[in-house]
């Protein structure tokens, strides 16, 4: 797989389109080992007959049965509601470092995280990368691929100082655009810091924080995690991606 990431930035136009055709079937093949999408805390919510189906509830069903009876007519199953029980929808935005080394196993992790994340919250899933800037690969509530954002992201290429700080704020702007009720942020970082700002106060203000920091080198993401109540797993590789979604999300 590292091999297949270097070769996707192949000078020679044919090995690199063949690389990423070849790399995105291995990554998003890898990525969908384990739950589709990570469960919540189920909850009994009372919807609309015709939506669902369930018990009747009574008490919410009360004027209509009683309007009906009153009138000696069949009651409308418009007005009927049903306690059912519910899974709260999750919505993803997942962070890239791209400040450090992004050839061979780095660039190869990345793009299994970015291809379990869409997986997991297929249609309600942001990917940005990170450096000194932010750059979204792809957007809240925007229809992409998965293909699609794993060849993006096999495209980057590492540069340039941390802005952990940032990309947290802009992990919280892309959720804010999300209905779900569960929304997570994964930081895919060292979560080393080489640019001014207040990155405990960023995290913070999200919903949900999980990191994922390279094996051997996680002393300051586990600091973070510690700091703001985070979870955190680390990578060796990107055979290691799929596990560590299923332990943190899940």
């Known amino acids: 797989m590292s091999m297949l990431a270097d070769l ?36 009994l919510t009372s919807t609309r007959y015709r939506d669902a189906s369930g018990d009747i509830d009574l008490d919410a069903s009360l004027d209509a049965i009683v309007s009906a009876r009153s009138t000696s007519s069949a009651i409308d199953p418009e007005e009927l509601r049903v306690t059912t029980w519910s899974t709260p929808a999750t919505a993803i935005c997942l962070l890239v470092d791209r400040s450090g080394s992004m050839g061979g196993a780095p660039l190869a ?22 450096g000194k800037d932010c750059v979204a690969v792809a957007s809240q509530g925007a229809v992409t691929s998965n293909e699609r954002v794993v060849d993006a992201v096999l495209a980057l290429r590492g540069f340039g100082t941390t802005d952990v700080a940032g990309a947290l704020v802009a ?19 060292d979560c080393r810091a080489t640019v001014d700002g207040d990155v405990v106060a960023a995290a913070e203000q999200l ?25 955190c797993a680390t990578v060796a590789g990107p055979s290691d991606v799929p596990a560590a979604f299923t332990n943190l999300l899940d």
């Open 8 to 43: 996707t930035g192949a000078t020679d136009p044919a090995l690199r389109d063949l690389a990423r055709r070849l790399a995105g079937r291995v990554f998003l093949d890898l990525a969908r080992r384990g739950p589709s999408r990570p469960r919540g805390v189920g909850r």
């Open 109 to 130: 992790t990345n793009a299994v995280a970015a291809s379990a994340a869409v997986f997991r919250a297929p249609g309600d899933c942001s990917v940005i990368s990170f």
């Open 171 to 189: 992990a919280r702007d892309q959720l804010a655009r999300s209905n779900a009720a569960r929304k997570i942020t994964v930081l895919l970082s």
């Open 207 to 231: 919903d949900e924080l999980v990191i994922v920091a390279p094996d051997g080198d996680d002393a300051e993401a586990r600091e973070l995690a510690g700091s703001v109540g985070a979870r």
